[in-house]
């Protein structure tokens, strides 16, 4: 949206100066390609690929994503025995991709590569460009799925493929799991499915996934890279009222409107007490050092006293900040009314909470019902999205190569550990025995490239940096 804006108002000096950061740019990529290898061209194909394979729930088709993924990886000589496109019964369109490059150590446990390649649906009609077309523009990639998570995607598969064509030899096995159904919590999850149907194809030691990169100041300045050691669970919870309704000339108070709207709005005044963990505190305490200033003292503060109200109310401006001090619960959607000229009988909205790590479900349900504080409001769980997960635990061995990569591309960049206020397959691995860690090595905008919203994006420079961290960090474990 942002640039959007800017483009539309833009002075022809402004065009112009454009013009010739886009080109500087371009030299500077073409430059960057060229020396750190490496097939960039053929990993923008596969990624442009993935891009432009519509995979929303509504209209689009993971399995045809997963075929063409493998392909590619055919195409780069994997026998049919070592790669694998399943298609969970009932549900053609939802299929996902396994495959492995074999290590030379049988008894050494494999590391996975996980990622989902659906998307959130994205309607044409309302972003500046084609959703499914991946245009490259003044340094950024636009397309849906193209921060959350094509990216990351395309990496896995083109690591399989330059690990094959490079005669790579690494000691534990390197699975790969591309999966659909992450982004819509009513569809069927692939790593869910993939955890109680296909346990020993995904068995690894650990695996990877989406959750936090670097964060990029508004200037494009990197301040840190993110490793996340914590995140929260996504619930809906559903708020209902009902009665006889009637006709619209004759009003009565007891409205099903006015009830569910004064409920959401009590909903919007709360605030859920502030939590700390071992994921926040190492964060805040990390980041404090580094912003240094007034938001640093306050996220000193905030870790040394949480009920520290200056604190508190200075990180709050910030929401990434505020949504990782505590549970936050939002409206996202309404629906009230059956036609113009009635009394409503039913009103209806969702409440999509973001659970603290150890709170439960139930518990937070309970409180809805308090904030609600009306009993003609209804406070309604539709589905519980998969068992809480404890996280896994930031071992040396997992952080040790982080560091040791992200010191290479990016010297005196400090690593910190993040709590994710996203949800992502994590939960589903993590029960399922495998320790599941969400890293991507790539820098992001203080707006997170909108994604899920219009106009998502991400610097092309980012998804070149992010491509050489995973395949130098994949290759350090697989070798451990
Ligand atoms: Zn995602």
Avoid at 81 to 110: I, N, Q
Wanted: net charge negative; aromatic share 6%; with cysteine.
């Amino acid at each position: 949206m942002r640039s959007a804006t800017n483009q539309n108002h833009a002075t022809a000096g402004l065009r112009l100066l454009a013009a010739i950061t886009a080109a500087t740019l371009a030299l500077i990529h073409t430059a960057a390609a060229a020396s750190d290898d490496d097939g960039w061209q053929r990993f923008r194909d596969t990624y442009q690929e993935l891009v432009e394979t519509n995979t929303t729930l509504s209209a689009g088709d993971c399995t045809l994503a997963a075929q063409r993924m493998a392909a590619r990886l055919r195409a780069a000589g994997y026998p049919e025995a070592d790669l694998r496109v399943f298609v969970p019964e009932g549900h053609p369109k939802e299929g996902g991709l396994l495959a492995v490059l074999h290590g030379t150590d049988p008894g050494a446990k494999a590391i996975l590569m996980l990622a989902h390649i659906d998307v959130v649906e994205a309607k044409r009609e309302d972003w500046t460009r084609d959703p499914f077309t991946l245009i490259e523009e003044d340094g950024y990639f636009y397309g849906r799925g193209t921060s959350d998570m094509k990216a990351q995607a395309a990496i896995w598969v083109d690591n399989m493929v330059r690990f094959r064509e490079q005669g790579i030899r690494p000691r534990r096995s390197i699975k790969l799991a591309l999966t659909c159904g992450e982004e819509t919590n009513a569809a069927l999850n692939g790593a869910g499915w993939l955890a109680s149907h296909e346990r020993a194809a995904i068995d690894a030691e650990f695996a990877l996934t989406e959750g936090v990169g670097g964060d990029l100041d508004e200037h494009g300045k990197r301040i840190a890279l993110e490793i996340l050691a914590a995140e929260k669970v996504s619930q809906h919870y559903t708020f209902e009222v009902t009665n006889a309704g009637g006709h619209s000339s004759r009003p009565v108070p007891d409205n099903a409107i006015y009830h569910l709207v004064r409920a959401v709005d009590r909903v919007s005044r709360y605030e859920f007490p502030v939590q700390l963990d071992d994921a926040n505190r190492g964060y805040f305490l990390g980041m404090s050092k580094i912003y240094g200033g007034a938001d640093g003292a306050a996220m000193a503060a905030i870790v040394a006293n949480p009920a520290d109200g200056a604190a508190l109310a200075l990180l709050d401006r910030n929401p990434d900040w505020h949504a990782m001090l505590r549970t936050t619960c939002v409206a996202t959607m309404l629906s009230a009314g059956h036609a113009p000229n009635a009394l409503p009988q039913r009103a209806r909205a969702n409440i999509n909470c973001r659970i603290f790590p150890g709170v439960s479900v139930e518990e937070i349900r309970a409180q809805l019902v308090k904030i609600a504080d009306d009993p003609a409001v209804t406070v309604s769980i539709p589905e519980v999205r998969g068992p809480a997960a404890q996280p896994a635990p930031l071992t040396p061995q997992i952080l040790g190569p982080v560091e040791k990569v992200a010191h290479e591309l990016w010297p005196g960049v400090p690593v910190v550990p993040a709590l994710e206020p996203g949800a992502s397959d994590a939960q589903f691995m993590n029960p399922a025995g495998i320790p599941t860690y969400g890293l991507d090595g790539i820098f992001v905008d203080p707006d997170y490239g909108h994604i899920h919203g219009l106009n998502e994006r991400v610097r092309v420079r980012s998804v070149m940096e992010g491509r050489t961290f995973l395949y130098r960090l994949v290759q350090l474990y697989a070798n451990q």
